[in-house]
């Protein structure tokens, strides 16, 4: 145990604290904090570490209190659906993604969808929707160094784009791996990268739609139709022994499950998988979680 005497400023007043001798340090009169500065496990600076939420989880969460509790609301209202309560940390760091992508206000009244927010909730097109989310995407400073420093190029392999992120948004080296597949999954989800190969993408400069608009498509001549039916008849047949090919190659994964009125979904994997494949089928995964609420069958 150690007291030391302190006087104030005009030297008139006097008063004893009690200090940890490990924690400080006598420096001309001063009391110091004795850390030290160069332990590893020190806190890592603000903007550094990877946001508690995926880019996914962020635009999913803004979709879902906006559906559910409205363009505004409490906070406690906004815990219910983080799963966390207001007055635990995780709950504060899902706070400060969510308003980091810039898509919710939040102070201590309460919380309120911000106009990007509002426009990935209820988008007038899917086209403004899409911007709507590469927009938040670029909200975020790490990712849109990223981004800027390859885009229009093909990304390179994950352990190589992990050493590069280290000087492109200043980080230390432990944490490249995971900053360099935070940006490919959050990126994917925001439809700024294109698969080229497995496992291999080029980084798209501006949201480029999948799909042409309908008033844009061709309707196909009556020969080509006809072309159409013959090919679709020609198949039937092995189609039916040999539905999705999967007699071609071997399987590391297949599962079917059961579902209602006796149909069946197949979740399938080729065996032999590289890592750019493992990693190229994480983030394909994590997109299907998604894309499964879309099923849902409307209520009658």
Do not use: C, H
């Not at 001798?21 to 990877?50: A, D, F, H, L, W």
């Not at 659906?81 to 007055?87: E, V």
């Not at 013959?230 to 539905?243: A, Y």
């Not at 399938?268 to 493992?278: M, R, S, V």
Request: charged share 30%; glycine share 6%.
């Amino acid at each position: 145990m150690k007291y030391i005497l302190f006087k104030n400023k005009l030297d008139k007043v006097y008063f004893i604290t009690y200090f940890s001798p490990q924690r400080i340090k006598k420096n001309n009169g001063k009391i110091m904090s004795t850390e030290n500065k160069n332990n590893p496990k020190s806190r890592i600076g603000y903007g550094v570490k990877i946001p508690k939420l995926s880019f996914l989880e962020v635009i999913e969460l803004t979709k879902i209190t906006g559906n559910k509790a409205g363009e505004e609301g409490s906070l406690d209202a906004l815990s219910r659906i983080t799963g966390n309560s207001r007055s635990s940390s995780s709950f504060n760091k899902k706070v400060a993604a969510l308003k980091n992508f810039g898509v919710f206000n939040i102070d201590k009244s309460g919380y309120s969808l911000t106009e990007l927010g509002k426009q990935i909730v209820n988008p007038e097109s899917f086209e403004k929707q899409a911007k709507a989310i590469i927009e938040a995407f670029l909200n975020l400073e790490n990712l849109r160094k990223i981004w800027e420093n390859y885009k229009g190029k093909r990304l390179p392999q994950i352990e190589f784009l992990a050493n590069s992120i280290v000087n492109i948004i200043k980080i230390p080296p432990e944490l490249k791996k995971t900053w360099a597949k935070y940006f490919i999954e959050s990126a994917n989800f925001a439809g700024l990268l294109d698969e080229r190969e497995s496992g291999s993408f080029q980084v798209l400069s501006e949201y480029t739609p999948s799909f042409a608009d309908d008033k844009e498509l061709e309707q196909p001549t009556k020969q080509e139709l006809e072309t159409t039916e013959k090919k679709q008849e020609q198949t039937i047949e092995n189609d039916n022994i040999d539905p999705l090919g999967i007699s071609n190659q071997s399987w590391g994964i297949f599962n079917t499950k059961t579902i209602s009125n006796s149909r069946k979904a197949i979740f399938a994997i080729p065996e032999n998988l590289t890592q750019q494949d493992i990693d190229s089928l994480k983030i394909f995964l994590k997109g299907i979680e998604v894309q499964l609420d879309g099923l849902k069958k409307s209520d009658e």
